[in-house]
C-alpha cells in the first residue's frame, strides 16, 4: 500500500505545508508524530473494528489492544467510552477495560467517572495507575482522584490509592 508521507505529515504537523518540500528543514520526527501517522494509515474503520473485536473477546482482540496502546490512540478511546456510555453490564465494563489499557492521557478526564460507577471502579483505578507511572499527567489532576480514591468503599480500590500515592511520594523530583 502506497502513503502520501507528505499529505501526512502534514495531517500530523510534521511538515510545515509552507515550507520548501524539497528540504528537511521545516520538518519534524518524533514519536508523538509517528502514532498520529499510523492512526491515519489504520484509519477510523480499522480503528473501531479493532475495538469492537476486543470488547467482543475476539483472539486477535490482545495484538489489537497492543497496537493501540502503543501508538496511544485518541480515536480508539473516544470510541471506546462512547461505547461505555450507551453500553451497561459487561459490554460498557469490556470498553473501560480497553481504555484502562490504551491509558491515553485525554483519559484523565474520565477517571472520576470511573471511580463513580462501581462495574468499572478497579478499571478507573487501573488507568489512573497507569497514567500515573507513565508520568503522562500531572500530579494536580492525580491529586483529587486519590482523594476520592481512598475514600472508596472497596477496599481494592483504596489499597491501589495507596499504592499511586506511595509510588508518587517515593519519585518525587
Known amino acids: 500500500m502506497n502513503y502520501n508521507w507528505r499529505e501526512i505529515g502534514i495531517q500530523v504537523g510534521s511538515i510545515d505545508p509552507n515550507k520548501d518540500s524539497n528540504?528537511?528543514?521545516g520538518s519534524k520526527g518524533g514519536s508523538i508524530y509517528a502514532q498520529k501517522a499510523i492512526e491515519i494509515m489504520l484509519g477510523d474503520d480499522e480503528i473501531k473494528e479493532m475495538v469492537n473485536h476486543i470488547i467482543e473477546y475476539k483472539e486477535?482482540?490482545?495484538?489489537?489492544?497492543?497496537?493501540?496502546r502503543l501508538i496511544k490512540s485518541t480515536k480508539?478511546?473516544?470510541?471506546?467510552y462512547n461505547i461505555y456510555k450507551n453500553s451497561e453490564g459487561q459490554k460498557a465494563s469490556a470498553a473501560?477495560?480497553?481504555?484502562?489499557h490504551i491509558a491515553h492521557p485525554i483519559t484523565i478526564k474520565w477517571v472520576e467517572e470511573f471511580l463513580n460507577d462501581d462495574n468499572?471502579?478497579?478499571?478507573?483505578?487501573?488507568?489512573?495507575?497507569q497514567l500515573a507511572y507513565e508520568d503522562w499527567i500531572d500530579f494536580e489532576l492525580v491529586e483529587p482522584l486519590l482523594i476520592i480514591a481512598e475514600n472508596y468503599k472497596s477496599e481494592g480500590v483504596r489499597d491501589r490509592a495507596k499504592s499511586i500515592r506511595d509510588y508518587l511520594n517515593n519519585n518525587e523530583d
Do not use: H, Q, R, T
Request: charge should be negative; proline fraction near 3%.
Open 23 to 25: 528540504s528537511p528543514i
Open 60 to 68: 486477535e482482540g490482545e495484538i489489537m489492544v497492543s497496537v493501540l
Open 76 to 80: 480508539a478511546v473516544n470510541f471506546a
Open 96 to 100: 473501560a477495560w480497553v481504555i484502562k
Open 120 to 129: 468499572v471502579a478497579g478499571y478507573g483505578m487501573g488507568l489512573l495507575d
